[in-house]
């Protein structure tokens, strides 16, 4: 383990001292637990991430180290990360690096070597705050003022952060776009996965991604299939300009909403958002299918929930009628909607995984039925 120092502080005052992991320097975030007990690339890699300091659950990380293939973007969105022990040595045939060197070479600030299952009922107890990682800085009662003056994810766009410059389409492994598929897909980048964009291509989709303040009327001149929502991070309340794309497409072409696309979905419909306690990441969430009370282990990593509405299961919106279709059995918080008089539908979890179990798969396969249909 290394032994340079590092410190740990919450903003209400808890501290942990251990050692340094990745990147000298300081960096603040929102801290966040997730329960996966693999996956740590995909994670690190997750666009969803971005503004927050990510601390896994599990005890020993990296001992698979890094490969090329797994990446979920083009760079590192997260602000920090925190493991009980990072091996210090990986063994897998794909590997290409040490997870430490990784984060150095990434320019990730992280923190091993404290009492990760204390600091996961902290935030599971007390709830999601800003937290400040430094290898610089060892003064406690200054680096808590910096963790309470610096800003929240509530209130702050930042899928303007993680969106993509300009539009692209996704091309396969040997470099050449999927110009020959059935269906045209277009994805507003709000921070996407490339598992999302994978599962498209390997469903039959030519896929074209498009930054998300590209105007709708801009996307229905592309004459696409149907429209992804991807996922992103931040609070999807602020981000107005997708909401109105939404309101514009909706009822034009088929829609599927992932994740933060979930949620900007329901804000288009009319429905609320608000902030859940500590949030859901990692990839053991029981999430139950309503019409045929079949339950899925599912994949997760969101801080903001759809409020059920007042009315009950059933939303009347000006698009017509608002079905919540999925439920997630530890706090029931809404996890799937579907509207009934315009081709749109979405779940709140992953249903491409990486990391993650797999039940969600026959997702895209319902979506490819709603552009054929």
Known sequence: MNEKKAILVLEDGTCFNGCSLGAAGETIGELVFNTSMMGY???LTDPS???????????LIGNYGINEEDVESYKLFLEGFIVKECSPFSSNWRSKIDLSEFLVKKGIVGIQGIDTRALTCQIRDFGSQQGIISTIDFDRTRLQEKAKSAPGLTGRDLVAKVTCE???????????????????VIVYDCGVKYSILRKLAHAGCSVHVVPAKTSF???????????????????????SYMIENIKGLLGKRPIFGI??????????LGLKTSKLKFGHHGGNQPVMDLSTKKVEITAQNHCFAVEI????MLHKSTYGDVEITHLN??????????????????????PEASPGPHDADYLFDRFLQTMKS
């Open 41 to 43: 690339q995909e994670i």
């Open 329 to 350: 059995l530890n706090d029931k918080s809404v996890e799937g909607l579907k509207c009934h008089s315009v081709p749109a539908f979405s779940v709140q979890y992953h």
């Open 166 to 184: 300009k539009p692209y389409d996704w091309v396969n492994k040997k470099g050449t776009p999927h110009l020959s598929r059935k269906y045209k």
């Open 259 to 268: 994740c933060l696309g979930h949620q900007l979905l329901a804000l288009a």
């Open 49 to 59: 991430y971005a503004g927050q300091i990510v601390a896994l659950t599990y005890p």
């Open 217 to 239: 009327e801009t996307v229905l001149e592309m004459n696409p299939d149907g429209i992804v929502l991807s996922n992103g991070p931040g609070d999807p309340s602020v981000v």
């Open 309 to 312: 509405p007042s009315q009950g």
